[in-house]
């Protein structure tokens, strides 16, 4: 089901999981648990675009060599990780614009989604980084069939937990009505 490095047998990263500090570790973890959930290697990183511009460059230079085909990028306020990476390679980039104090994440959400002509960032919604790991999955299945089939098995998996919880509703709502 995962892919392995044969020379260390660890899962080879597929994805690159990234923020812009590690403050937004609980947020962007939902990512890495939906890729283990898939079988995807990832890796993943705190690296400021403003307080380490240097290591974010060189961070991602490097992804291509080691076989990383999409980035999943975290980050609140003025928000830059994700365009600044998107900036600097070709692969896709995912945007999760992490939620502020300020202004409860709208400012990340409009820095991520409003890039320049040239460096397009798929955003998702604020705080949601398990969307942006079930769209790197779909990214990669675009030309991986088993990783295709395995988002397929997810979204199915999604939809019978929905028709179950539908199903037992009506008497939930009995026993709560009951109790009151």
């Known amino acids: 089901m995962s892919e392995t490095n044969a020379s260390t047998g660890a899962v080879a990263a597929r994805v690159a999981i990234l ?3 590690d403050s937004d570790l609980g947020v962007m973890l939902e990512a890495a648990r939906v890729l283990n959930q898939l079988g995807i290697g990832w890796e993943i990183r705190a690296l400021s675009a403003h307080r380490t511009p240097h290591r974010v ?3 991602v230079q490097g992804l291509e060599a080691r076989g990383v085909q999409a980035v999943v990028a975290g ?3 003025a928000a830059h990780l994700p365009g ?5 390679t070709p692969l896709p ?5 992490i939620k502020s104090a300020a202004l409860d994440g709208l400012d990340s959400l409009l820095s991520i989604v409003q890039m320049p002509p040239g460096v397009p960032v798929a955003t998702v919604g604020i705080d949601a980084a398990r969307n942006a790991g079930i769209l790197a999955a779909q ?6 069939p088993e ?3 395995r988002v397929r098995r997810l979204k199915a998996e999604m939809a019978a937990s929905v028709e179950a919880r539908d199903a037992a509703l009506p008497e939930r709502a009995r026993r709560e009505l009951e109790a009151r």
């Open 139 to 144: 990214i990669l299945g675009a030309g991986d």
């Open 84 to 88: 600044v990476v998107a900036a600097l």
């Open 93 to 97: 980039v995912i945007g999760v614009p």
């Open 19 to 21: 923020m812009g500090s």
């Open 57 to 59: 460059a060189e961070y």
């Open 75 to 77: 980050a609140g306020g």
């Open 147 to 149: 990783v295709r089939e």
